[in-house]
T-cell receptor, first 117, second 112 residues
Framework: DAGVTQSPTHLIKTRGQQVTLRCSPKSGHDTVSWYQQALGQGPQFIFQYYEEEERQRGNFPDRFSGHQFPNYSSELNVNALLLGDSALYLC????????????????FGPGTRLTVL | GEDVEQSLFLSVREGDSSVINCTYTDSSSTYLYWYKQEPGAGLQLLTYIFSNMDMKQDQRLTVLLNKKDKHLSLRIADTQTGDSAIYFCAESSVSNDYKLSFGAGTTVTVRA
């Protein structure tokens, strides 16, 4: 049973650049959520994708955008990078209501460590 | 997450029980979770409890929920060195469409 996978593992960018992070959900899951975890803090919700649409969004600027593909995988894009965007970006997958029964338990991937210089 | 609070550090002797505490503010919380994070890794789901339950036991783990006081605890019996990690409490609710709100995490250090 394939778990949640994320790529790349590590990434170094400079201020002003753009970055794309990728996530493949756990087998059988159709909902993907993204979280930002700054050093020493708990994860903060960025947004959630289901049926290729953004269903819910946390308190993050429009520089953060995403996409979900028909195979349920997802991308997180961050434009105009700031030093404060340096963090561990976590993807979590769950099963939405499409299967008739909703299970909201979210399973996390290993994360992508983004460093902005 | 400001809606979920945890103590930051816990030191415990190997073989003893660990108790990690968490308080939350959202009275409509539906699910409450405990996740474990080891250095440089993602979050591992340990256990969760529905808000209509008081207790859940899963091998060495016992979760207690006091809904009146909005207090959640995780007890780890016979704590081992492999239990050293950061433990996050998280809650989700129907009103927030099940997005997870996390505490800042409790760093558990197991000493020999």
């Amino acid at each position: 049973d394939a778990g949640v996978t994320q790529s790349p593992t590590h990434l170094i960018k400079t201020r002003g650049q753009q970055v794309t992070l990728r996530c493949s959900p756990k087998s059988g899951h159709d909902t993907v959520s993204w979280y930002q975890q700054a050093l020493g803090q708990g994860p903060q919700f960025i947004f959630q994708y289901y049926e290729e649409e953004e269903r819910q969004r946390g308190n993050f600027p429009d520089r953060f955008s995403g996409h979900q593909f028909p195979n349920y995988s997802s991308e997180l894009n961050v434009n105009a990078l700031l030093l404060g965007d340096s963090a561990l970006y976590l993807c979590a997958s769950s099963l939405g209501p499409s299967g008739g029964k909703r299970t909201d338990t979210q399973y996390f991937g290993p994360g992508t460590r983004l460093t902005v210089l | 997450g400001e809606d979920v609070e945890q103590s930051l550090f816990l030191s415990v002797r190997e073989g003893d029980s660990s108790v990690i505490n968490c308080t939350y503010t959202d009275s409509s919380s539906t699910y409450l979770y405990w996740y474990k994070q080891e250095p440089g890794a993602g979050l591992q789901l340990l256990t969760y409890i529905f808000s209509n339950m008081d207790m859940k036991q899963d091998q060495r783990l016992t979760v207690l929920l006091n809904k009146k006081d909005k207090h959640l605890s995780l007890r780890i019996a016979d704590t081992q060195t492999g239990d050293s990690a950061i433990y996050f409490c998280a809650e989700s609710s129907v009103s927030n469409d099940y997005k997870l709100s996390f505490g800042a995490g409790t760093t558990v250090t197991v000493r020999a």
